[in-house]
């Protein structure tokens, strides 16, 4: 029981990777509060969490409007008197196109959820972590924001930004005893990635980047989150865990494969 007694906020979490953590946490002895964009969502993952034993509340929240979220951690704090961790997992990555096909209102709205959503939710819950002198977040980059990609220039600058973010919060927050690191995941059997894990090609294509030769599960990327929001990692901060099976420092073609062609 890693997390007994903590309350932790995690955003996005009525679907995919968030209700991942959600559960993992919640079965750790952590009391959740459930955000998402609709109620329905929502109510599946605190059903979920109640079959395992575990408190939970939900709140309707869309982590892009300030007054929105304001809302959302004062519910927290009424509920639960405290807030020991964040996770900032809400995010989207509504269409893959050529970067000059990116229409301007695509890219604010990648840029309001992605990278403002978590300059926003830090923001509202460090004041309550600061009065605590007590906090760990951990904010959701991507493995993306590391290197070039085609069609992702949005979502992969935003994501960036969510590594600046933290980096700069966690030098800022030390001294209140708030530790801010992030993880930057590659590909994941699940989450976002649901819509094509039905299609065997485009997966194969993809696991052949990956020196692993495959996705990450879903847990394996949950237990790292797990592991920065609990005492295990008490001396790690403003770090930037990269979790992709050895993508990042990965040629597709070695020079060795090639030698031999």
């Known amino acids: 029981m890693k997390l007994l007694e903590k309350v932790a906020i995690i955003t996005g979490s009525g679907r995919g990777m968030g209700k991942e953590y959600a559960l993992a946490f919640a079965k750790e002895g952590a009391k959740i ?123 992969a600058v935003s994501k960036a930004g969510v590594i600046t973010i933290t980096r700069n919060l966690a030098y800022e927050w030390a001294r209140y005893n708030i530790r801010v690191n992030s993880i930057a995941p590659g590909f994941i059997a699940g989450g976002m990635n649901e819509p094509i894990l039905k299609k065997e090609k485009i997966v194969e294509g993809l696991a052949t980047r990956v020196p692993m030769k495959r996705f990450a599960s879903p847990k394996e990327i949950a237990n790292v989150v797990l592991f920065l929001v609990s005492d295990d990692s008490s001396y790690i901060n403003g770090e930037t865990i990269v979790i992709d099976g050895g993508m990042t420092g990965f040629y597709p073609v070695s020079f060795l494969d090639l030698i031999k062609k």
């Open 33 to 155: 509060v459930v955000n998402d964009t609709d109620d329905i969502s929502i109510s599946s993952t605190i059903e979920k969490i109640k079959e395992i034993g575990g408190e939970a509340i939900g709140v309707v929240c869309d982590v892009s409007k300030s007054d929105s979220v304001k809302d959302m951690v004062s519910k927290a704090s009424e509920r639960f008197g405290r807030i020991d961790i964040l996770v900032n997992n809400a995010g989207i990555n509504p269409f893959i196109v050529p970067a000059e096909k990116i229409n301007e209102e695509g890219w604010d709205r990648v840029m309001d959820v992605n990278l403002k959503g978590v300059f926003l939710c830090c923001k509202e819950v460090g004041k309550i972590m600061i009065k605590q002198k007590s906090g760990t977040i951990v904010n959701i980059s991507s493995q993306v924001a590391l290197f070039g990609e085609y069609g992702f220039l949005p979502y």
